[in-house]
């Protein structure tokens, strides 16, 4: 079988190649695992939680309704920094397609935590789709206002962390020209680096990307992860470097920084409001071949 589940996580492996699979975990609808031809894509702490006692620190976590703590909103300014997606069980709706096996999950505030929807009393429903290809890795994201009164205010965010055998000799590419922000110097300035090299703690937001500017990640010059993104104007990129990595209780091994960096696309430099019935809908699209995948 091309999906199989436990109750806990979903398993998906691809028809056409064991090698390739994918494990979400019901918790948070964290994506823990993608393999292509056995070899592992994302990093995940040692001591990450994958018990559903806390959102897991690794993987592709999800971030709604707010992007930190927000300053903006009074609403949103109650929730935890991350919100509420990651610190709740989320419902396996079943598989949708076979090849490439594709799977769905949902989440309402019936079933979100309730300690934190009782602090952010509004109505939403979100529907995520995994797909997973032989050689890509699509998360789709459709968040619908059920309200017959009230608009929907949120950020969306794939907190997507990458792994990268060495992270002194990798680089993110494609973000030159783009406006960030720099939330260590608390700054807005252009990028005018021809790459994003992590010699530091690094935690910027770059701001409007067009959808058709592919983001990669390079190591000694090969690509080995490219981001395609739809709706998804901004991008995280965050590497905690030593004294942060120190600081987080959950973040194994404390090396564990040199093999990771977060490169993360998502709509959070300003809120997305939805009108009572209304739907948004996003996704972001991992893989390695660079053009393969452009025209999706």
Known sequence: ??????????????????????????????????????????????????????????????????????????????????????????EFLGQTKSNPPTVQFALSPEIANPELTKVWPFDFSLILTVELGIDFLKTDIEVTNPSKSQELKFNWLFHTYLKTEDIEDTFVSNLVGMELYDQLLQETYVDKHPVVTIHEEKDVIYRNIDDDRLIQVVRKGEPIHT????????AVVWNPWIAKSKSMADFEP????????????????????LAPGETWNAYQLLYRDTLKYQAI
Not at 29 to 51: M, P, R
Not at 69 to 80: I, R, W
Request: hydrophobic share 35%.
């Open 1 to 90: 079988m091309s999906v199989t589940t436990d109750g806990d996580r979903v398993v998906l492996t691809h028809p056409e190649d064991k090698t390739s699979t994918v494990t979400i975990l019901n918790y948070g609808a964290t994506v823990i695992s993608w393999k292509l031809k056995g070899k592992e894509q994302l990093w995940v702490s040692e001591a990450a939680k994958l018990d559903g006692s806390k959102p897991v620190r690794g993987g592709i976590p999800l971030v709604f309704p707010v992007f930190g703590k927000s300053k903006t909103d009074d609403a949103l300014s109650k929730l935890p920094q991350h919100g509420l997606a990651r610190n709740s069980a989320w």
């Open 227 to 234: 981001l395609k993104r739809h709706n998804l104007p901004d």
């Open 254 to 273: 404390k090396t564990g920084y040199q093999t990771m960096i977060c490169v993360e696309p998502g709509h959070v430099h300003d809120l997305i409001t």
